[in-house]
């Protein structure tokens, strides 16, 4: 973010709400030289730089000077943002109290709640959402706040998404989910609470958007899980009864992508049961008896 403008007057301004200095903020504000709107050439204002920086009193005394709450600068974001962003629970408050809205999006479709929800800041979450933050509204790559959250391993904030009604099974451009995603990075506990709202185990869908279809083809979570190579993962995903013989779109089994001895193990006495009957080797090629 710069903090360059082009006066004196206006440096001086961004220093102090960089700062927290309401002192000087005031100063500057009252002789009627500079605008409590001046902006950089990003259009960056003062009161978005105080709500980054959590600048409680800064953010009160220029929006009492007649700052732009909403406004936007070139990205699209606003304060309430960059406050979310930064987890700033007590800024965001202060925001609404003002009127900051919930309905800009940047250039690449994010909303405060998806920013929120990146940086796992619950609080902030829960007064996004009761100001009207839409749950399942994506970015334009079709990620939603639900994904983002998992794939950054934070739990809480996917229990909150999920109560509030997110989509367990929404999925992005590459057909991946939240449990997809959590389930490569190993994210147990992110796993945990998907599965308790019975999300999707087969096949992902992989978009066309050009066609408008979607193709059940891919990979499954639990293949996700093995080559992650998180033992929980893997056993998270059979206790909540994932199909160890349900082949990707290249025709593997989960276990034909394992590379650890511990995972086989585990998926080994399950593949044993359900392809019995099949031409295929059951050891899989390890022989773990």
Sequence with gaps: MSFKKDTPLANAVFW????????????LLNSGRVDADCRDKCGTTALMVASYGGHGESVRELVMQGADINYQRETGSTALFLASQQGHDDIVKLLFEFGASTEFRTKDGATPLFLAAQGGHVTVMRQLLAS??????????????LWMAAQMGHSDAVRVLLLRGADRDAYRE???TALFKAAVKGHGSVIEELLKFSPSLGLLKVVNRQRG?????????????VVGGSLRSVQLLLGANADPALADENNELPADLAKSQRILRVLHPKVLNVTADDNRCSCLGVCLH
């Design 174 to 176: 590459d057909g991946s």
């Design 132 to 145: 009207g933050a839409k749950v399942n509204q994506p970015r334009e790559d079709a990620t939603a706040p």
């Design 213 to 225: 279809t979607n193709t059940k083809n891919g990979s499954t979570a639990l293949h996700a899980a």
């Design 16 to 27: 102090a709400a960089r700062k927290g200095n309401v002192a000087l903020l005031q100063l």
